[in-house]
């Protein structure tokens, strides 16, 4: 069955980060939160057993551009306070990802049935709050218009390891004229809980990227004459680090999946 | 005669301001500036009758990248006391230009013989107070390892005209690894009253500068490999304004030959 889509529930950008969380928890929001309740913050889910926990945390501590904590939850609560007072996360984003062992093996909407006393779960900032600050600027984001996944490469950069988390650094790209590469610079500093700054800009190879029409996720996006490809740190990162780690048992979002928060993006403001 | 050295009048990095002022009132200062009392503003000086002045002020109130206004005096008055009580601006700075019609036509060591009551002293930020922001956070500058001037060019920018002055936006460039270029936007963001952020990074041929090779002012900086050229708005533009201009009566500063201030460089920083 194709999942339902946002407006055929109810809900949209104007939506209360509450009614996006129960319509998830109700079932009946069960595809991406992109561009819901917009100006709130939206978090990338990762729930580990306690075993791992703590090397995940240490990961997310030493790479913290790729990897900006948001919340991390009691062992074996399911609610972030932090990010809104009725969040359970066992039932509150739209789709999950059940990892066994490194490999995907389902996709479930709700997980309190795999809920466990020694679950530990960590919220990490996502791209989309800067994005939202970017276009607030005036600063226009091609695979937005374009409505493309943004473009995400793996580089050559590897992430500090801790336990049995490693990997590649992942960026993502947006081609921007050296104007708005300036101005995008200054808007995504102010924002370091959401990937913060550019970690790269200009000459892709520098950074291990042989071919920019061939992302490793998303869509390619088009650079034109005039513009210079902008790296950021990426979300995928992380994802990535856990794949390799092929822990017994993990869970995330899943793709354009999130937690939708009662943050408000500006909130995230360093300044 | 050839102009006394700094070291050689007993001035140098950790001079007071006062210091510095009181060599060059005395005549024994009658060169650059450059690294003299370190941790302060210096300022580049413009002198007009009040006739240009109006005009002038417009100019810089247009083009504040190029142009950051730090004071203004008085008509008349030749203090700057906001910049430094016992500040003269006819007598502290080492040397001065003196132009007629847009024809640079001395360069005494004081001008109190040329004050007039209808002279309006303009007081502008220079990048001499980002770079050492930029070398103070680790950044290196190829040009000051080198002991050479910025290069800088000309542009197809223009500048926003105002009454006679007019012209093209004169940027300076500093080479740059892409980390290191990110960095430098977000420390010289922090300076609006110096330049603020760079106006421009990566292909020079985009604001018209054809070969980086050959400036149009001060002395070629070579790019390497893994870097970008990044681009500030540059005092030179002012200067290029008033030759324009080709007004009856202007006074600056002799290139390197800066008015230092009272005022710390971090006291510039807008957060």
Known sequence: MKPASPASVGVGPDSTPAQIRGAARAGALTSHTSGLAHRHVQGNLVILPQAQAADFLRFCQRNPKPCPLLAVSEPGDPRLPSMGEDIDVRSDLPR????????LVDQPTDISELWRGDLVAFLLGCSF??????IDEGVMLRHVDLGHNVAMYRTTMDTVPAGPFHGPLVVSMRPLRAADAIRAIQITSRFPAVHGAPIHLGDPALIGITDLSRPDYGDPVPVLDDETPVFWAC??????????ARVPLAITH???CMLVTDLFNHQLASF
């Not at 999950?96 to 490999?103: A, E, F, P, S, T």
């Not at 709050?129 to 970017?134: H, I, K």
Request: net charge neutral; aromatic share 12%.
């Open 129 to 134: 709050s800067f994005e939202q600050a970017l």
């Open 96 to 103: 999950y990802r059940v990892w066994r062992d490194g490999r």
């Open 254 to 256: 899943a793709p354009g």
């Open 235 to 244: 979300g995928v990162t992380p994802q990535a680090a856990l794949e390799n």
